[in-house]
């Protein structure tokens, strides 16, 4: 079964201090693109970052950063100098190359303490 | 660019009834994909729809149906709606087979 887990439901962090969120997915595929995605209490889901399976190279966008150990079917999201804006829940998710569905985990809560 | 919208924003049915939620994709994408968010969970995959076809179907009976017209907007219907059913819908489009899954704010469904 293809899932992905996110073993934090909820975390904390100072502003302007950094934060990694944890994510581990299980798939037999070897061709597969993973994302984490931000949902704000208005509810309407943002891409952050995404990143191909078939490359080893970790993505980065502005203050968002991934540790994406393959091997290990870990894909971390480290946000740096957080912000309040980034309250949000934070969601984990992949899609195999061949499939049309996004595959989401249960999410974790984010909160930046002023 | 208005993006990915929704309507309504808010539903209350009763057990029993049929609902219709509706979505009008971003300007230039043709695929459009739904998704059932649960209260506390992540979403979850319904179907997708391109060139007025169901492309792909997640695990969800046969009460849920869809339809996408020519200009690429779409409707979720869903029968005999159950307490279950409560959720936020959530519908994202995209160009088919693309990564850029652009979200709309979502349609709460409430069923009491």
């Known amino acids: 079964a293809q899932t992905v887990t996110q073993s934090q439901p909820e975390m904390s962090v100072q502003e302007a201090e950094t934060v990694t969120l944890s994510c581990t997915y299980d798939?037999?595929?070897?061709?597969?693109?993973l994302f984490w995605y931000k949902q704000p209490p208005s509810r309407q889901m943002i891409l952050v970052i995404r990143?191909?399976?078939?490359?080893?190279q970790n993505a980065t966008e502005n203050r968002f950063s991934v540790n994406f150990q393959k091997a290990a079917k870990s894909f971390s999201l480290k946000i740096s100098d957080s912000q309040l804006g980034d309250a949000a829940m934070y969601f984990c998710?992949?899609?195999?190359?061949?499939?049309?569905?996004?595959?989401f985990g249960k999410g974790t809560r984010l909160h930046i303490l002023p | 660019d208005a993006g990915v919208t929704q309507s309504p924003t808010h539903l209350i049915k009763t057990r029993g009834q049929q609902v219709t939620l509706r979505c009008s994709p971003k300007?230039?994408?043709?695929?459009v994909s739904w998704y059932q968010q649960a209260l506390g969970q992540g979403p979850q995959f319904i179907f997708q729809?391109?060139?007025?076809?169901?492309?792909q179907r997640g695990n969800f009976p046969d009460r849920f149906s869809g339809h996408q017209f020519p200009n690429y907007s779409s409707e979720l219907n869903v029968n005999a709606l159950l307490l279950g059913d409560s959720a936020l819908y959530l519908c994202?489009?995209?160009?088919?087979?693309?990564?850029?899954?652009?979200f709309g704010p979502g349609t709460r469904l409430t069923v009491l």
């Open positions: 994202a489009s995209s160009l088919i087979r693309g990564n850029d899954l652009i």
């Open positions: 798939t037999s595929e070897s061709d597969y693109y």
């Open positions: 990143q191909e399976a078939y490359k080893q």
């Open positions: 998710a992949y899609r195999i190359d061949r499939d049309d569905k996004i595959i």
């Open positions: 300007s230039g994408h043709d695929t």
């Open positions: 729809y391109y060139e007025e076809e169901e492309r």
